[in-house]
């Protein structure tokens, strides 16, 4: 028998105000488009703005329906409107802010299991990691240099 050990490594800064000029920008949208969300279940309420290779930002905000789990988070809507209207772009940067609305979360927020393996679809096809951020409503955020800190076993098409 053997043993892995699999370690993942990110960046925190402490608040969005430490975070390079670009990133904060971004931020900036995915908090605006986070207050937009369409939650009226879980009260639970995300954003998310991409910044691809050709310079152009993508919105998405979470999308809930009454018949679950109808709805789709955030992080999907963004990554396939990207994917719709620019095919050929690559996502180069992503930030996320997730918050409730009764209970304000200062915690940072990552993707759920069925949104890395989303993101990891396209950080595999276009062979270029996705930088993560993530917060909760304020408070720290956390970077990810690439999806594999969040999903080190990653499934993919090779393995099918």
């Known amino acids: 028998m053997k043993e892995i050990s699999i370690t ?3 960046t925190i800064f402490e608040s969005v105000s430490e975070l390079p000029n670009d990133v904060f920008s971004l931020m900036e949208k995915a908090v605006g488009i986070r207050k937009k969300a369409y939650a009226p279940y ?20 979470n999308q809930e329906n009454a018949a ?7 992080e999907r809507v963004a990554i396939f409107s ?12 992503m930030a996320i802010s997730a918050t409730a609305d009764d209970n304000p979360s200062l915690t940072p927020i990552p993707p759920c299991g069925a949104c890395r393996q989303s993101i ?12 993560i951020y993530f917060m909760g409503e304020s408070g720290n955020v ?3 240099e690439s999806l594999k ?11 099918l």
């Not at 990207?82 to 940067?93: D, R, V």
């Not at 990891?120 to 930088?131: G, K, V």
């Not at 800190?149 to 393995?159: G, I, R, V, Y």
């Open 142 to 144: 956390y970077k990810s």
């Open 120 to 131: 990891s679809e396209y950080e595999i096809n276009q062979e270029l990691p996705i930088e």
């Open 82 to 93: 990207a994917s719709a209207i620019y095919p050929e772009a690559k996502i180069m940067k």
């Open 68 to 74: 679950y789990p109808s709805g789709l988070c955030a």
């Open 8 to 10: 993942s490594k990110f």
């Open 42 to 61: 879980s009260h639970f309420r995300v954003g998310v703005a991409l910044l691809l290779d050709n310079n152009q930002v993508v919105l998405g905000s």
């Open 149 to 159: 800190n969040l999903l080190p076993l990653m499934f993919d098409k090779k393995l």
